[in-house]
Structure formats: C-alpha cells, structure tokens
C-alpha cells in the first residue's frame, strides 16, 4: 500500500528563516509528486508538480526536488515571511496509479513575525 | 484560479437523508475527483471519474455514490448519510496524471 510520510507534523520559525519541508513515500515508482498550501478552512492551493523525470521545480522563493531512489522529496521555502503560514501537504502519483493522488497528513507551518 | 465551484458550501442534515454535493468545472478537464479531509486521516479518495459516464471507486468509497453524465458536473451522493460521514469534502480536476489536481473550497457536511 502506498504511504506518504510528513515529519514534522507542525513547525514554528522565526521570520527570515530558509526551511526545508520532508516528504517520504514508499512507493519508488511514483509517477509525479505534488505540493499544495491549504490555509485555515480554505482548499488545497497547488505549489509544484514534479514529474519522475524531473529532479526539481521552482516558483518564486520555492524549489521542491525529488530523489526517487530514497523515496523523499523537500520543499525549500527561501527566506520564510508570515504569509507563508499554512498547512503544506505533499501527494503522490504512482505509475499505473490512475492518476490518484496519495496524501501525507501535512505539516502546519507556523512564521512568526 | 482553476474554475471549480462545489455546492452547497456549507450543508447540516440528519442521518438517513440523502445528500448530494455537487462539483461543476469550467476547465472542460477530463478527470474530476471527490475526497474527503478528516483530521487524523488527511485528505482520502472516495471516487474518481476518467470522462463523462466512467467512475472508479477511490480508497473510501462505501456509502458514496457518483455520477457524471456531463464533462463539468461530477456529483457525489450519501444515499443515507451516516454521522461517520461528517467531514469537509473538497472536489479536484486535472487533465492527467502530468498535470496538477486543482482543488475547489470545500463542502462542509454536519450529519447529526
């Protein structure tokens, strides 16, 4: 059965911190991976998509990467602010998974000004 | 943002009603999703649908029914809701297993 592990499940930094967000799965031939933002009461905001053949994607002050062969993915957020305060969940897609989407519980992340 | 609307947004009913949630898209995307977030689960697949008229059951499908006869609408159904059904459930679209999943705002369902 497929698993997406979050660790940890809640984090609190200081505003100015680089953060690194971990994202393990235990399924090595995942198809994509996916990043979302889901604020309070709000739904999934999609960050980055990384395809298997990809190594990394960026947007902006994020850059995720993904390493198949340790089953593990992180989420580099540069120069943290408080509106990046949110729940980050990451999601995988196995081949011949048609095409559903595999969810870690989250982490919540918390800047504090 | 991607066109997704879910109604009703927020719904409180009784056990054994039936309850359908609907999910309407502008994007003219082929695959739709239902899932439900729970805390202590995340976020779980109830059903999913590949184009108008073809479902497949996700990993949470008992007491859930779909339908989808037209490429934008994709409904869920609680045929007698249950208060283990309680829960926000949110609707995604993408056009394939290489694009992203693009979620709606949710559907908040109390079933007392």
């Known amino acids: 059965k497929q698993e997406v592990t979050q660790i940890p499940a809640a984090l609190s930094v200081p505003e100015g911190e680089n953060l690194v967000l971990n994202c393990s799965f235990t399924?090595?031939?995942?198809?994509?991976l996916q990043w979302f933002r889901q604020d309070p009461g709000k739904g999934l905001t999609s960050l980055l998509l990384?395809?298997?053949?990809?190594r990394e994607q960026t947007s902006g002050r994020l850059n995720a990467s993904l390493d198949k062969s340790s089953g593990r993915s992180t989420l580099y957020i540069a120069a943290s602010q408080p509106g990046d305060s949110a729940t980050y969940l990451c999601?995988?897609?196995?081949?011949?998974?048609?095409?559903?989407?595999?969810f870690g519980k989250g982490m919540k992340l918390t800047v504090n000004p | 943002d991607a066109g997704i609307t879910q109604s009703p947004r927020h719904k409180v009913t009784e056990t054994g009603t039936p309850v359908t949630l609907r999910c309407h898209q502008t994007?003219?995307?082929?695959?739709m999703y239902w899932y439900r977030q729970d805390p202590g689960h995340g976020l779980r697949l109830i059903h999913y649908?590949?184009?108008?008229?073809?479902?497949d059951k996700g990993e949470v499908s008992d007491g859930y029914s779909v339908s989808r006869s037209k490429t934008e609408d994709f409904l869920l159904t609680l045929e007698s809701a249950t208060s283990s059904q309680t829960s926000v459930y949110f609707c995604?679209?993408?056009?394939?297993?290489?694009?992203?999943?693009?979620f709606g705002d949710g559907t908040r369902l109390s079933i007392l």
């Open positions: 399924d090595s031939a995942i198809y994509n």
């Open positions: 999601a995988e897609i196995t081949q011949g998974g048609s095409e559903k989407l595999v």
């Open positions: 995604a679209i993408s056009d394939g297993a290489n694009q992203p999943q693009h």
């Open positions: 994007e003219n995307h082929r695959y």
């Open positions: 649908s590949y184009g108008v008229k073809d479902t």
């Open positions: 990384i395809q298997s053949s990809q």
